[in-house]
């Protein structure tokens, strides 16, 4: 192009520039341009930060609620270990037979229960589920009580430090001392077997 084209060009933009309808409508293609081009790059730009953001809300919800699981699963993991630790002490050793003796006798004196005759019996059971760690041991006891004491006796044994299964219980009249009864109690304690 020559100078005398841009010149005329020139002119005939500035002319166009003074008419409003063609001011407006370069304004309009200005417009539409950046709306077509950089507004829409800037609002794609926008919808993908959005999008992004909503997912890692979305990830910081699941993993607090994943981290509030697993504290109440360690919690949860805690009382287990501790009640288990309760229940292994409820179980007595090899040596123990004669202080759970001794045990049953001081429950009988204090449920006011007289004593004939208490002693081990056949300790070959295996324990639950045939664990070889652990043993059923028998013990056979004989006294004389009314059935007030008997009830204490029972629930004294039942909530001694140590597992006290009922295999057998017989209660029978006694005619020389009618209130009283002759009783025939078979126990079960569990022990380890090492």
């Given at each position: 192009m020559t100078s005398m084209d841009m010149k005329t060009l020139k002119t005939q933009a500035l002319a166009l520039l003074e008419r409003p309808q063609a001011f407006l409508m370069i304004v309009g293609v200005v417009l539409l341009l950046d709306a077509a081009f950089i507004v829409r790059w800037q609002v794609v730009s926008l919808g993908r930060m959005f999008k992004e953001a909503h997912k890692l809300k979305g990830d910081i919800v699941a993993t607090y609620g994943e981290s509030k699981e697993t504290e109440g699963q360690k919690k949860q993991l805690k009382?287990?270990?501790?009640?288990?630790?309760?229940l292994n002490n409820m179980i007595i050793g090899p040596q123990d037979l004669p202080k759970v003796l001794e045990s049953i006798s001081k429950f009988a004196d204090i449920a006011?229960?007289?004593?004939?005759?208490?002693?081990?019996v056949d300790p070959g059971r295996p324990g639950a589920g045939g664990s070889d760690k652990f043993a059923r041991q028998g013990i056979s006891i004989t006294a004389k009580s009314g059935y007030h004491q008997l009830g204490r006796f029972v629930g004294l044994l039942e909530s001694a430090p140590v597992f006290v299964d009922f295999k057998n219980l017989e209660v029978k009249g006694d005619q020389a001392e009618p209130e009283r009864q002759h009783l025939t109690i078979l126990l079960e304690v569990f022990r380890h077997t090492d």
């Open positions: 009382d287990y270990l501790t009640q288990r630790e309760q006011s229960v007289r004593l004939l005759r208490i002693q081990p």
